[in-house]
């Protein structure tokens, strides 16, 4: 569908101020001097932006808080998402309250309930490992609360979308391996059934294939992304006569596990096994040696979630359906040889 | 004062059931068989537990939502805190919302706000660093909402509170590198504002009185925790003609900053300085070398946070100030020598 109305974002450029601002006057918070607001809603007459739609949204009764729900907080990236979010949301007025589905389907039902019971203004939402079925997204999106998914979505769900390009990140990061030399890579890779973990996956199969290596099934693991998992891989691959030189996780945790696992085990990182894991953590920095990774910009993330959700709030139609996000190889010293 | 009635302890004792499903067969959750239900009943009966207490208790509407408040839940400490929450409350029946201060008192008003108007059942908070008057949260204490403070509490709140022996644990860190033949032992200390990171700089001080060691004002810093400070701190150090032999430092996260700071400087860690921290994270057995901690038990802080909750969202007078839960020093390779 086209745009065919003024945003906030039209009336933030032309006035040179940022949308969350234009977003607190139109919404008469009194954050934002009196000055200010007339000159935001003298910008918005003039281009005509469509001041009942606010007004139809302000009719809704608001409560300014918006619900986040992530796997685990505890999770670097989690709270990367996490803090982009408030950080624009706070500018603008809202509120964020945080629930964990701990990777768990029915938790995460539990919590929508919650979050449409506490009548959020907004739902940020990454499924859990366990979420197939989506109804209970569906119902959200059927009483108008405005949603949007990130990193791990459906798209089934008519909503905005922000994700990273995950056969890509795997891509680069399995090439990189093999330009620094290693001809036995494998990975560690993460549960099949979640989307994300299977384009990692892809990924990796693609770039082997492209590099002409071959690919030995023993070298091509799925893992529960526990570290006991991660011991019985690299126990499978340290003990084989061909052990693989470079290898490649799909995530933070796994990555940091398995190099800490073959640091002990005495063999010699990057010489003898290269890493490289998707996804980062301030851990990768202060390990020895330091670990190579796929950066995936979880505040940015967050950040363009809450800046839908805030657009959605203020009644604008959106016609942006899924934003793919930027990923950035970090080489260090796993890797580099 | 004294405790005069049966809690659901005493029930839950007598049956040889958790709390929580005492907690649980009370509201009359239907996660609980009738069967069950039945017997507890009974047993409530039997013992003289004050059921009347239960009803005046659930005819204030309960939402069966807590609200948690922490500083960050990207530490690991609160991550665990968050954790231990969860793993009652769910199983009592009940969800956790939880919002970050980021260690503003101005948005710690703020969320206390929205707990309130979200009607949360009960509130646990740990204080942000900011935070020194404390009359929002006697606000909260007045309209009669349960609230439970964690790790930073004021003694000025009539509320059960959850903490450490700051002091002790200080105290027995800085003994242990005194035993390790540490001579010149430095405090990287937190922000003297906060009554935590005082006790434990009073607890550093003591041990170096009590093993007759000199206390150089220079080995004494107080930081605002951030990496920055860190790293001037350690760079006052490293260029002194009498380099500490040992460093105490009052988190985790300066630690790790700090250890890592002389790695890269080519010292020796332990046997030129050795490093023990307050607090843990699992980046602690990640480095090289591993680094030593005083653990702070943050799964059973939350445990029993939610525990005295539950308590009193069934109405049950709470006689219970403060729980003091143990520390436990972890020996590790950066003060092992």
Known sequence: MAKTTITINDIARDLNVAPS?????????????????????????????????????????????????????????????????????????????????????????????????????????????????????????????????????????????????????????VSHLVRSGCKRIAHLGGPMGCPVFKERSKGYLDAMQKAGLPIHAKYHLSTDLSTRDVQEAMKVWLSMPETPDGIFTSDSHTGLVAAKIATEAGIRVPEEISFVAFGDDPAHEYITPSLSSIEVPGNEMGRSAMQLILEQCLGESIDVQTIIKPIQLIIRSSSFR
């Open 21 to 173: 601002t234009v977003s607190r006057a139109l919404n008469n918070s009194n954050k934002i001097s009196e000055k200010t607001k007339d000159l935001i809603r003298d910008k918005a007459a003039e281009l005509g932006y469509d001041l009942n739609m606010v007004a139809s949204s302000l009719s809704r009764k608001q409560t300014n808080i918006i619900g986040v729900m992530v796997p685990s907080v505890n999770r670097h990236f989690f709270s990367q998402v996490v803090s982009g979010i408030e950080d624009l949301a706070y500018d603008a007025g809202y509120r964020i309250i945080i629930a964990q589905t701990n990777e768990l389907a029915e938790r995460e039902k539990d919590i929508l309930t919650l979050f449409n019971s506490t009548r959020v203004d907004g739902i940020i939402a990454c499924l859990s490992l366990e979420t197939s079925d989506v109804t209970h997204f569906s119902k959200i999106l059927k009483n108008g609360i405005p949603l949007v998914l990130i990193d791990r979505v459906s798209y089934e769900l008519d909503c905005p979308k922000i994700v990273v390009d995950n056969h890509e990140g795997a891509f680069q990061a």
